[in-house]
């Protein structure tokens, strides 16, 4: 379960944490500062749950208005998903809204890999360089079909899994 965290803006009030939607609708309703008056505005923080969720939590930039459309994504998105709007949002720098945007429109190109050089093997070995033969695979320079590959693709590590991945 994703655990957040209400900080009020003002310094007169204390916050809460919370899990769901409901929790901080019933929370912050009644929630009032030292001198009685209404607090209305709180940073969202991120304080406990999956690590592959914190870093959703951030590369969407998470607040006030849209932390319940998070909160229902860290339960209906499957690693793939949430892995997709990191990249894309995080890394990369396309935008996502809530309710308009799903995860699947982004063309993103991603292989579990642990180097550029991996990557330019399995390469060789689909054949996306063409017909090579397996007797000839051994003298070819991997470290420089990986240099290549880097000009079109970027390294990342996601909840301790290292991805290659190239954004269309």
Known sequence: MTTLFAQPYDICANGFYFETAEQYEEKAKNLTNDYGDLV???EIQ???GDSIDCKLFFALNIHQGNF???LDCVDEWDIDE???VILAVGECGYSFTFGKDTP???DLDLYEMDSMRDLAMEFVE???FGDIPANIQNYLDYNAIAYDLGMDYSE???DGTRYIYRMA
Do not use: R, S, V
């Open 40 to 42: 209305e505005e709180f």
């Open 104 to 106: 699947d429109q982004y």
């Open 82 to 84: 949430k892995i997709k």
């Open 68 to 70: 319940a459309d998070f």
């Open 156 to 158: 990342t590590t996601i």
């Open 46 to 48: 991120f304080i406990d």
């Open 126 to 128: 689909q054949g996306l």
